[in-house]
């Protein structure tokens, strides 16, 4: 089904799109209401920067520092080895000296001639590299990407997430990843599993094909409403459109409703509402959430229509750069791996996480795309085939904890592919059951 464009009178919030054909940036066009922007991200090979030395020492490194430490600012100004001086910008290394002249230094001397006006002003501060950040320092407002519309539980869970927040919407999962890249976004919280619909297999895929990294983990509960024009009664219903989670998890309910009516998915759950709003649709309800009523002026027709009221939606955070792992506080790891010679590699990797009393909380198999099939040499040569898979676990431990470097590094000697997506705080929020606004 082709996805549902919102109307170009909804002027809530820009909606960012992004052409997925080409494989280069092209020109940004900024309208009253929109962002229209013509790009993509395409990674044809399997080679990850963020993948594991070809060394133990070398592992045992990345492990134990993920993110790069900011250049000390009390370096001396003047350069040190010629040509040979690297200056660093966001903890990259560069070739390109930035060749700071120390402010304080020049103020405060008067001699030479120098203006006796200025004489009394405070010495300046040098700049550091914090100043040539784009990013917003902490406290600033960020600029969010999420999937849907406004009214999303996804636009919730980035307010939970970050709150006050500059939240920016987007059409597919897909371009919330790239306008993090292309730095239109500062983050991106997007859903990864389900109480009830279980994973989301999309953003498994589009975790191990972009290079972002997991900060951090919100959990929302989930309180879905059927929505219709006002005026609409049940019985004039034949169908119901909301995203194909939000169907699964209220399968139930309709049914114990009487209504015998058609489902069909949609791109979003807000989406739904703002399409039947905005071409009239009196046969056709949504399943979305009461703010979404309010936002697109729709009535609720039944109230809390999921069919288990613990249901919740775990979301994960997204960064250019990945934070500096703790152990003050709980923490969770991500990673993903495969092995060459299929999955029988497994139960060792397991192992290496029970071995050291590691909780694992999620392990999810998706397929691997560069090689779907593995031939089984046996009697009848070429006729035995396995599907490859790329593996996906969470577990509870952070990469400061030696054990989990301990674990990792014996993980490592077992596969031939292993990536850390991120280590991140735990969401320790208290657990409230969902229900009405």
Not at 12 to 30: C, K, M, W
Not at 58 to 82: H, M, R, Y
Not at 188 to 194: F, M
Not at 352 to 371: D, G, Q, V, Y
Request: glycine letters at 6%; aromatic letters at 6%.
């Amino acid at each position: 089904m082709k996805a549902i464009t919102p109307p170009s009178t909804n002027s809530l919030n820009p909606l960012i799109r992004f052409s997925v054909a080409t494989t280069r940036p092209s020109i940004v066009r900024v309208y009253p209401t929109r962002i229209s922007v013509q790009c993509a991200y395409r990674s044809e090979s399997m080679s990850f920067p963020n993948g594991v030395g070809s060394s133990r020492a070398d592992w045992q490194s990345s492990c134990a520092i993920l993110a790069s430490k900011v250049v000390n600012q009390e370096q001396p100004t003047e350069k040190a080895g010629g040509a040979d001086h690297v200056a660093a910008v966001n903890g990259h290394k560069t070739a390109i000296d930035l060749n700071l002249v120390p402010i304080e230094k020049v103020c405060g001397d008067n001699s030479g001639g120098s203006n006796n006006n200025n004489s009394n002003k405070p010495a300046s501060k040098p700049l550091t590299i914090t100043d040539l950040s784009p990013a917003p320092m902490h406290g600033a407002q960020l600029r969010v990407a999420y999937q849907g519309v406004p009214g999303a539980y996804s636009e919730a869970a980035a307010g939970k997430a970050y709150p006050n927040c500059e939240a920016i919407p987007c059409d597919q999962f897909e371009v919330a990843f790239q306008a993090v890249e292309l730095w239109i976004a500062d983050r991106a919280v997007l859903p990864i599993e389900n109480s009830l619909g279980g994973s989301i297999h999309r953003n498994y895929d589009l975790l191990l094909r972009h290079r972002l990294h997991i900060v951090g983990e919100v959990q929302l509960p989930v309180h879905h409403c059927l929505l219709a024009l006002p005026g609409v009664r049940k019985e004039y219903l034949t169908r119901v459109i909301s995203h194909p989670q939000a169907l699964a998890q209220c399968e139930l309910t309709l049914t114990k409703l009487g209504l015998n009516v058609a489902r069909e998915a949609v791109d979003d759950t807000a989406g739904a509402a703002e399409y039947v709003a905005a071409n009239n649709l009196r046969d056709t309800a949504a399943i979305a959430s009461a703010r979404a009523a309010d936002l697109y002026g729709m009535n609720i027709l039944a109230d809390g229509i999921q069919d288990d009221s613990s249901n919740v939606t775990r979301f994960v955070m997204l960064a250019r750069e990945p934070i500096i792992p703790r152990t003050d506080r709980p923490f969770k790891t991500s990673i993903v791996f495969a092995h060459d010679k299929g999955t029988s590699v497994l139960f060792k990797v397991l192992s290496a996480f029970a071995f050291r009393n590691i909780s694992l909380t999620k392990i999810e198999s998706r397929p691997h795309r560069n090689r779907p099939i593995r031939l089984v040499d046996d009697a009848n040569v070429g006729t035995a085939k396995h599907f490859e898979y790329m593996f996906y676990v969470d577990f509870e431990a952070s990469m400061a904890d030696v054990r989990a470097q301990n674990a990792l590094a014996e993980v490592q000697e077992f596969t031939s592919f292993l990536r850390v997506l991120g280590s991140y705080p735990m969401d320790m929020t208290p657990w409230c059951p969902s229900r009405g606004d």
